[in-house]
């Protein structure tokens, strides 16, 4: 099933701890790196790219589309959801109203921003989402549970390229 994303919709969403500090790259990465890779990815920003963006053509099996100029990402979406061909194969992430709406309309699935990031979270704790904690997982889809060693705290700090002695 392939994933068309709201990238800032996502990225401005309230999001489980372990996804704190999510940006654009950092969300390609895990993406690339998921189950859903395999179906396709395609994220979408608004805008032109920012200098840490990641470049399009760098971001492994995510197809990374910034809307340009004078042109939002939600028209972007809606535009590609109405122009898939197999639109019940599709999922939409977004919490914004009209792109669901859009989706629904052509019976494509629909998360929300905070649903899709839940399942985000699952997929990376359980080692699907490529990030670089790995397994932690007690059983498959059950993430461990307890305090995560320094070094995999360290190695997630550096997966998001957070400073771990910032305050």
């Known amino acids: 099933m392939p994933l068309l994303i709201d990238c800032y919709n996502v990225l401005h969403a309230e999001k489980p701890v372990s996804l704190a500090g999510l940006g654009e790259a950092s969300l390609c990465g895990i993406l690339a790196a998921s189950p859903w ?7 979408v920003c608004d805008g032109r790219p920012k200098p840490h963006s990641p470049d399009p053509g760098a971001v ?46 052509r019976r494509a699935r629909d998360w929300s921003s905070e649903e899709f990031l839940s399942r985000l979270a699952r997929a990376a704790s359980s080692g699907g989402g490529g990030g670089p904690g790995g397994g932690g997982a007690t059983s498959p889809g059950k993430p461990a549970t307890g305090p995560l060693p320094d070094e995999q705290v360290d190695r997630w700090l550096d997966w998001f390229g957070i400073d771990g002695d910032e305050e």
Do not use: Y
């Open 37 to 43: 890779a395999k179906s396709g990815v395609t994220v």
């Open 60 to 105: 492994g099996a995510v197809v990374l589309i910034f809307s340009g100029a004078g042109r939002s990402a939600d028209d972007v979406i809606i535009e590609l959801i109405e122009k898939d061909t197999s639109p019940r194969r599709l999922t939409v992430v977004s919490s914004d109203r009209a792109i669901r709406k859009a989706a629904r309309r």
